[in-house]
């Protein structure tokens, strides 16, 4: 999950009792513009595929001055890691980036222009997916204006500041990123996940040069020890690479691969270390510190340990390389952090959740063998995000389920938080309404999900974390689904979350512990699984393509795979209205049963590391697109005039300062997507633009 390092070239600007902090020289950064209206504005603007929210910190106020400032250190430490995400997704994203935010800046052309307003919705594009490949689908973004019109844009903006390489001209600049940019043959996805082809060489990340799958596999074959109980994280914090012949792993920490950020990230670890909550809490942030500075991943397992442990400390952090799903081999891991303090009022509802963990793992319709026998802490909690970073921006999930090392989960336990106010703001932004309006059967459906969805939703989310991932055992003697399962461990144990929620959605327990008032909530999330499975998620995916996503490759194949299993009692019925396909679920209870059966399997499949089986579900239900449906589906959903997805402007934290003492933090949320972006670039750019 993280390193960091100490930073002696910081310059700090005291102005108007605040501080801001400017690396190196050029400009200052631009102050964010302060949001003036009273009603709070949650969607600021959409194009392309994307929209464009804002999120609130609901409560930041009211916290203590120290734990205001804690949370202000791990913001700092959150952001400092941001090109560590550009440069893992592409080699060349940070040149590219630097490249289109000159232009930005300083063009001096016509900038009302058609080809201008294409230029700035691609980079915007970019800035969205942290480099030139779409965050969702992992295909390069091809921009609408012509590459003569690139070339044009670089000449007519000043040459000196552009991101030159020695002796590199701007022609040369203009010649090596054309075809970068625009050949859709050459680096076409960042992650490809097709098992016929070499699957490293052919993802454009950076998380492996010059080696092959064959390789890389052979590596970690000799590398790994099967017979350890207690396995480090193998490959999560490096890149494999080819050193006169040999293969290496540079690793990403203070003194190597990216220890340029590494050490900002540190420096603010240090500051936050310093200002702990309490003793459990220092320590927590010092193992990671020092794990930045060794990329010892035993110190990561340590660290991951305690930070597991620690439920009291009410501000948290994730912070390190934790996302696994940029690597087609799921080894490497993407940066990211999560800041966040406790919302005590919402995180009662998951420690019903927590507290009866042992019932729910007694009563799984999985074989006795892979439940496990002491459930132990599975602690979950609601939160309220304060700061983001690395790949959760500007893009951030609805819950996370950490530490990923499977045998801490079973021996220490897994914590769970929900991201509250962030779920609160995708539903004001996407207008979620509208799009059940568009997928649902019926106006019963729709009124029950209006009534319910709210609920229905954190709560699913809830016991996806909670239950789901924190469920099951492997058979003894069984590897890792990452080493057994491969390319389809991520997608199956998503799988495996889902169905759990969904079993126990309608269960009476859910009443009886004061989860939901009634059974019809269980419907509404039933409702959506079907709806979302077969068609409301067809939207994020061009016509033509396959599903490539691990979650929705998952739904895709929950929904089909129920589908088909409950076929000769028609439990699932597509229906035709008004020439609009329709899937409407005709029997609760059997859908129920049937998700018990597809839970057991699945779990089956986790324990003992059936890859032939995982790979057969998989391909037959979760990967490929009826195209004729794809193409109704999109077509309805052009009409509603709704972004696939979202994406948010955070608000941004500032001290203020009395002589050298912070005295107080202060929230402001800016408006406009491009000044953040360029204010993120100006303050945090800390890596060179060739890694
Ligand atoms: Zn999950």
């Given at each position: 999950m993280k390193q960091g390092a100490f930073v002696s070239i910081l310059i700090f600007v005291i102005a108007f009792g605040t501080i801001s902090l400017n690396c190196?020289?050029?400009?200052a950064p631009m102050a964010p513009k302060q949001d003036e209206a009273k009603e709070f504005k949650f969607l600021v603007e959409q194009f392309a595929d994307l929209a464009i929210g804002r999120f609130q910190i609901p409560g930041f106020e009211n916290l203590p001055l120290q734990q205001k400032k804690l949370l202000y250190y791990l913001y700092q430490a959150a952001l400092s890691g941001r090109d560590i995400t550009w440069d893992q997704d592409y080699r060349h994203n940070l040149k590219i980036r630097r490249t289109l935010e000159t232009i930005v800046k300083h063009?001096?052309?016509?900038?009302?222009s058609e080809n201008f307003k294409k230029f700035m919705i691609y980079t915007k594009r970019v800035w969205f997916s942290s480099?030139?490949?779409?965050?969702?689908?992992a295909d390069k973004i091809i921009p609408d204006f012509p590459k003569e019109y690139f070339s044009q844009l670089v000449k007519n903006?000043?040459?000196?500041?552009?991101?030159?390489?020695?002796?590199?001209?701007v022609e040369d600049l203009i010649a090596q990123l054309t075809p970068l940019i625009f050949?859709?043959?050459?680096?076409?996805?960042?992650?490809?996940?097709?098992?016929?082809?070499d699957m490293v060489t052919h993802?454009?990340?950076?998380?492996?040069?010059?080696?092959t799958q064959k390789e890389v596999e052979e590596f970690y074959k000799k590398t790994?020890?099967?017979?350890?109980?207690?396995?480090?994280?193998?490959?999560?914090?490096s890149r494999l690479e080819k050193k006169d012949g040999k293969l290496v792993e540079n690793v990403w920490k203070v003194g190597g691969m990216y220890s340029k950020a590494i050490e900002q990230i540190v420096y603010w670890l240090e500051k936050a270390a310093g200002a702990a909550e309490n003793d459990v809490q220092k320590n927590i942030l010092e193992l990671l510190i020092k794990f930045y500075q060794t990329g010892d991943l035993k110190t990561f397992d340590e660290y991951s340990i305690a930070w597991t442990k620690d439920?009291?400390?009410?501000i948290d952090a994730v912070n390190g390389?934790?996302?696994?799903?940029?690597d087609p081999l799921g080894f490497r891991a993407s940066y990211e952090s999560v800041v966040s303090f406790r919302d005590e009022e919402a995180t009662r509802r998951v420690e019903i959740l927590g507290r009866n963990a042992q019932w729910f793992e007694d009563h799984s319709p999985i074989q006795d063998e892979y439940k496990r026998k002491e459930v132990k802490g599975v602690s979950g909690k609601v939160i309220t995000v304060v700061g983001l970073g690395g790949v959760t921006s500007p893009n951030p999930p609805l819950g996370i389920n950490l530490p990923n090392a499977n045998w801490i989960r079973k021996v220490h336990g897994s914590k769970s938080v929900t991201l509250g106010n962030i779920s609160e703001a995708y539903d004001k932004v996407s207008e979620k309404a509208g799009l059940v309006d568009e997928y649902a059967y019926s106006q019963e459906e729709i009124d029950l999900n209006n009534k319910y969805g709210a609920l229905e939703d954190s709560l699913q989310t809830d016991m996806h974390e909670i239950i789901g991932h924190g469920s099951g055992q492997l058979k003894k003697g069984v590897a890792t689904p990452k080493e057994t399962?491969?390319?389809?461990s991520s997608i199956i144990e998503e799988n495996r979350a889902d169905l759990v929620a969904y079993y126990y959605f309608m269960d009476p327990k859910m009443v009886e512990l004061g989860?939901?008032?009634?059974?019809d909530v269980g419907k509404v999330s039933y409702n959506a699984a079907i709806r979302n499975g077969f068609l409301?998620?067809?939207?994020?995916i061009k016509l033509g393509d396959n599903i490539e996503q691990s979650h929705m490759r998952g739904r895709q194949l929950t929904a089909k795979w129920a589908f088909e299993l409950g076929k000769s009692e028609n439990v699932i019925e597509k229906k035709i209205k008004n020439n609009k396909t329709y899937f409407v679920i005709n029997d609760y209870q059997k859908l129920r049963a049937i998700f018990g059966k597809m839970l057991s399997e699945i779990q089956r499949i986790v324990s003992e590391g059936d890859y032939e089986a995982a790979k057969n579900l998989i391909e037959t239900y979760g990967v490929k697109v009826d195209y004729q449906l794809h193409k109704e589906v999109l077509e309805r959903f052009a009409k509603?005039?709704?972004?696939?997805y979202t994406g948010f402007i955070c608000p941004v934290l500032e001290p203020v300062m009395k002589g050298d003492e912070i005295v107080d933090v202060k929230v402001e949320y800016p408006m406009d997507f491009t000044e953040q972006m360029l204010f993120y670039s100006e303050k945090y750019s800390f890596l060179p633009t060739k890694n």
């Open positions: 190196g020289k050029g400009e063009y001096k052309g016509d900038r009302d480099g030139i490949h779409h965050h969702y689908s903006s000043p040459d000196g500041l552009f991101p030159l390489a020695e002796g590199e001209t050949d859709p043959t050459i680096d076409a996805k960042r992650v490809n996940l097709d098992p016929t082809v993802s454009a990340n950076n998380f492996y040069k010059d080696v790994i020890n099967k017979d350890d109980p207690t396995p480090i994280s193998y490959g999560m914090n439920t009291v400390s009410r390389f934790i996302e696994t799903y940029g399962l491969k390319n389809y989860l939901i008032p009634s059974l409301q998620q067809l939207r994020r509603l005039g709704i972004a696939p």
